[in-house]
């Protein structure tokens, strides 16, 4: 009984939503809480469910806009695929914005994740992936210059690092992922137009050659609404 009041506010929120026409912005958060008898931390919360599921998109210094019914990358994680492979395969169509090569200097973290030396020279590649103009999808992958040189990538280089090495012949054989929940932090919030804590998927994953090498450490991060993850996995037997 002690969630009633919090489902009571999502099931007005959900009313809200579904008459309001996609595109159109909600009430400002003060109003609404006070239309709605919350907090504004409240329904913050209340709020942060609708948007992981798509269904609307908050922006800082803008407001809370309502979107209408997304497409839904639904995949396993059995073959490591980019994006761009992964949409037209389904069907969709994505794009790239606010793509940033550059070299950098090898971190602890960087280090630690591509078993290099700190200090060592590192092309770092930044990208936002958007389906119909939204931001769906924030990726950085890191290599080792000696592995790929910012110069290496062509002028018509789209941001799909995976496609590119796979094109190039690089022989790469396996892939291995850390997958969670978190907050985004304020630059991932800004590059994906969310406010900064929105839960989002978030993969840190290891491209390895047949020699074991780890040639690619990428860090995702993905608004849930728009992905459906999921692994096929064997029986196991005693």
């Known amino acids: ?11 007005d929120l959900a009313a809200l939503i579904a008459k309001t026409s996609a595109g159109k912005q909600l009430p400002s958060e003060p109003y609404l809480a006070k ?12 709020m942060r469910m609708f948007e992981t599921q798509g269904k609307i998109r908050r922006r800082q210094g803008s407001g809370t806009f309502v979107i209408g019914q997304v497409p839904v990358m639904d995949t396993g994680l059995e073959v490591l695929e980019s994006l761009e492979t992964m949409a037209k395969r ?22 630690s994740g591509l078993s290099v030396e700190q200090g060592t020279r590192l092309t ?25 040189k910012p110069s290496d990538l062509p002028v018509s280089f789209k941001g799909s690092v995976l496609d590119f090495l796979l ?16 907050g985004a932090v304020a630059e991932v919030a800004r590059a994906l137009q969310i406010q900064r804590g929105d839960v989002l998927l978030h993969f840190i994953s290891q491209l390895f050659t047949a020699e074991g090498r780890v040639v690619d450490y990428s860090v995702s991060y993905f608004i849930p609404g728009y992905f459906n993850f999921h692994v096929v996995r064997r029986v196991g037997t005693a």
């Open 35 to 46: 239309q709605l008898g919350v907090s504004r931390a409240t329904l913050r919360e209340a």
């Open 124 to 148: 770092r590649i930044r990208r936002v992936i958007c389906e119909d103009g939204r931001p769906v999808a924030y990726l950085v992958d890191t290599l080792p210059e000696d592995f790929l």
């Open 1 to 11: 009984m002690s969630n009633f009041p919090f489902q009571r506010l999502q099931n």
């Open 167 to 182: 094109e190039r012949g690089d022989p790469m054989t396996v892939s291995r992922a850390a997958i969670s929940a978190i």
């Open 90 to 111: 389904l069907g969709l169509e994505v794009s790239v914005s606010d793509l940033q090569v550059e070299q950098v200097s090898a971190d602890a973290e960087l280090a």
